[in-house]
């Protein structure tokens, strides 16, 4: 694994140590072998903020490693790991139900993102994922037809979701549905990805037609190519999260794609044809920082013929920076808003927005600014912390 230039650096060194744990490939070294003694409290807490301490446990399972866990944080990780087990129970239920209802009407859903992992077949590693929302895509129908199927069903808006909020062209998904349960709601997508992201970097079409056909309990549905799979996840984090842009990342999505890359069937991936057609975009950068990350700390050397660039290399520097020093962090936020600020004014729609998030934030629940709050009933409904 590619040593850090500060690795010696506490923060740098849990990031490390953690990624170590939950190495999916099992390539990088084992932490446990050292002589050290880890912040076994600092893991804790990075995993908790990170949403991976259900998926720590399961990595940490494996083998006789729990024993090296002291007694207080193996009972906290255990209890996480029951308690999101328990829930994504309650999720497969939802998703069950939902496929029922859509393959009634004649439609196959195409499971997206974090759904794929409350099928049976997944293994132990990916069924610890957290989870808040289940977002699917129709291959044979519109996002609408499913909107009307799951309503007829009872399926309905949160009391603080505006359901035209997430009319088209504006939103890529319809407004979440939630189950009559209340255990869970779905998200419908119109695209893969939102507006951040060119719709030709990753086609809804083409990723139904590619998909894999899945019989589950007499349901029919489909699950993206593997290389679709992991687009997905790079274009979300690094581009719609902004994740490449404003030096944030978060470990959950980033040990997925190293989950996904460990599979057997990632080797033969062309990355060099992918990343050439993104650069048509000006999507190859973003999507070169993410497997520059996955090598830094999880030890998956860059796919063949692929070089990182510069862009990615300053990404990925300016991470480390942040992570050694974080009191800089809103000092930088700040001048960034400062630099953005006279683009931001003189651009019309920015004022309806601001002023609900303002409006929003001083009165809580009130008027319409209540309305444009996502509901918050997920385990991990809010965004990745940086812990």
């Known amino acids: 694994m590619p040593a850090h230039p500060r690795a010696a650096h506490p923060r740098v060194r849990l990031r490390q140590d953690l990624a170590a744990l939950l190495d999916p490939a099992g390539v990088g070294l084992n932490p446990l072998a050292d002589a050290r003694v880890l912040d076994w409290v600092g893991l804790y807490r990075l995993a908790s903020a990170h949403l991976v301490a259900p998926s720590l446990y399961v990595a940490l399972a494996v083998g006789p490693r729990l024993e090296a866990v002291p007694e207080p944080v193996r009972i906290a990780l255990a209890e996480l790991h029951r308690l999101n087990a328990e829930r994504n129970a309650r999720l497969r239920a939802v998703l069950r139900d939902t496929v ?66 997430f009319g088209p062209p504006m939103h890529h998904h319809t407004a979440p549905l939630f189950h009559p349960s209340g255990e869970g709601y779905v998200e419908l997508h119109r695209r893969v990805l939102g507006r951040l992201v060119p719709a030709a970097a990753l086609p809804l079409a083409q990723m139904a037609a590619a998909a894999e056909p899945v019989a589950w309990e007499g349901l029919r549905l489909r699950i993206p190519a593997l290389t679709h799979r992991l687009l997905h996840n790079a274009l979300h984090h690094q581009v719609q999260d902004q994740g490449f842009y404003v030096d944030r990342r978060s470990l959950r999505q980033l040990h997925e794609f190293a989950r996904l890359r460990a599979l057997p069937a990632a080797a033969a991936i062309d990355w060099p044809r992918q990343l050439a057609a993104l650069d048509r975009l000006g999507l190859g950068d973003p999507v070169r920082g993410w497997l520059l990350a996955a090598e830094r700390l999880f030890g998956q050397p860059l796919p063949l013929g692929v070089r990182p660039g510069v862009a990615a290399r300053r990404a990925e520097a300016r991470f480390w920076f942040w992570v050694e020093y974080p009191r800089l962090w809103p000092l930088y936020r700040d001048a960034q808003r400062l630099r953005h600020l006279p683009r931001r004014l003189i651009t019309p729609s920015w004022y309806p927005a601001k002023y609900r998030a303002l409006r929003q934030r001083w009165f809580p629940g009130s008027g319409a600014g209540a309305a444009t709050v996502k509901p918050n009933l997920g385990v991990d409904s809010r965004k990745d912390a940086e812990g």
């Not at 195409?110 to 289940?134: I, Q």
């Not at 977002?135 to 129908?141: M, N, V």
């Not at 499913?146 to 009391?159: H, T």
């Open 100 to 165: 029922r209802l859509l393959n009634a009407a004649g439609f196959e859903p195409l499971l997206l993102k974090g759904a794929v992992a409350l099928l049976p077949a997944s293994d132990p590693l990916a069924a610890a994922r957290m989870l808040s929302d289940l977002d699917l895509a129709l291959c044979d129908g519109t996002a609408e037809q499913g909107e009307q199927v799951l309503r007829a069903a009872g399926y309905g808006d949160a009391d603080n979701c505006n359901p035209e909020h």
